[in-house]
């Protein structure tokens, strides 16, 4: 069989009247996977599923899917199924947990179910949550534990480095460029400007204030698992709260970020005012704090009364940063008008991928000014 014709078989699907070409053996399997999804009924206009409703034969077909496709395929054909086959009730049938493939995606939409989740799937759910989440922990823990590390030794200045690593030679240079000798084009550093070491004693505090809107499934997943990695670290003392008309404290839930994801509910309202307000309860030391909004910010509550608050937590020296997504999802759905409201004070909304996360924080950290940060941000991902 012609190469080029077997390809585009497989793109095109259907029939072989179109190219010519029959499939055989694994081609055959793979293009009835592929159709049973995605292929519509005989002579209809309309693309509609072929799985039906039968559990058995959909975890097969799940089954069947993960032998011949790479994972990322599998993960994109399995949110399709959710979507296109309607897959939440059987979702809930162990049988079908242990065929999925784990992702943020299948995470998100097991977590919407938890309320409705029978006994005797909530122990597959769990596992497969488990499973995300270690892999998630295993990519992000590390990266993140060195920024934030770094960024407070570099915030915490001292005019009396104790080694040559420690001096901030371009602050030391800005302090003594009155020590300027021309003819010898020297600086004399009378003056040495140098990073601190690392405190035992708490040095920031951090608050998560999380969405757990339906739309905000895969940034609540990342937003657990990053929450968690800052509560292991003494520097910082981190609070997390979830919010949809109501506000869920779950710090003390912190040391196990699968307990906590299951202590979410996704879906409902949103009050990101009262979030905010409770939000603001959590901070003992303004100057020290750093308050992380993951919101789309549609708000079901006092809009004017959300805005005064963001505007009496900056001015009181809380970092105030407002994340659209925490996730890789692309470009996100968001309230403009309260973008721009909350731009107009000097707090950017933006989204964030959990890759450049770590170095948000680092940022926020050390008060560099988290607008550039974001602009800079997404010249990089754009080239």
Wanted: proline letters at 4%.
């Amino acid at each position: 069989m012609d190469e080029r014709l077997r390809r585009w078989r497989m793109v095109l699907g259907g029939d072989a009247d179109g190219t010519g070409c029959s499939l055989t053996g694994a081609d055959a399997q793979m293009d009835g996977a592929l159709a049973a999804l995605y292929n519509g009924g005989e002579g209809s206009g309309e693309r509609s599923a072929g799985l039906g409703a039968s559990a058995p034969r959909v975890a097969r077909w799940l089954g069947d899917i993960r032998s011949y496709f790479p994972s990322t395929v599998v993960q994109v054909m399995q949110k399709d199924a959710v979507q296109r086959l309607n897959l939440t009730r059987l979702l809930m049938e162990p049988e079908m947990l242990d065929a999925v493939e784990p992702d943020v995606h299948m995470v998100g939409t097991l977590l919407s179910l938890n309320k409705v989740m029978p006994e005797k799937a909530r122990e597959s759910a769990r596992a497969l949550v488990r499973k995300v989440v270690s892999e998630l922990e295993r990519k992000l823990v590390q990266k993140t534990k060195a920024a934030v590390t770094g960024a407070l030794d570099r915030s915490a200045r001292t005019h009396r480095p104790k080694r040559v690593a420690d001096i901030d030679w371009d602050r030391t240079i800005r302090a003594n460029l009155k020590n300027y000798l021309p003819e010898r084009n020297t600086v004399i550093p009378s003056r040495l400007v140098g990073y601190g070491r690392r405190q035992r004693a708490v040095q920031r505090e951090v608050v998560l204030c999380i969405d757990q809107s339906g739309s905000m499934a895969a940034s609540v997943v990342y937003s657990s698992v990053f929450g968690a990695v800052l509560a292991s670290m003494s520097s910082l003392r981190t609070s997390l709260v979830v919010f949809d008309t109501a506000v869920v404290d779950l710090t003390d839930q912190l040391h196990d970020p699968v307990e906590l994801l299951f202590g979410t509910q996704l879906g409902g309202g949103t009050d990101i005012n009262r979030a905010i307000a409770y939000s603001q309860g959590l901070i003992t030391r303004p100057n020290d704090s750093i308050f992380i909004l993951i919101s789309d910010l549609y708000e079901g509550g006092v809009r004017q009364e959300m805005l005064r608050r963001v505007a009496q937590m900056t001015a009181a020296g809380v970092q105030v940063i407002v994340l659209l997504a925490l996730s890789d999802e692309g470009a996100p759905f968001y309230d403009h008008d309260n973008a721009a409201a909350l731009a107009a004070m000097g707090v950017p909304a933006f989204a964030c991928t959990p890759d450049a996360f770590p170095d948000l924080m680092a940022a926020a950290i050390e008060r560099r000014d988290i607008g550039q940060w974001a602009e800079r941000e997404l010249e990089r991902t754009a080239t």
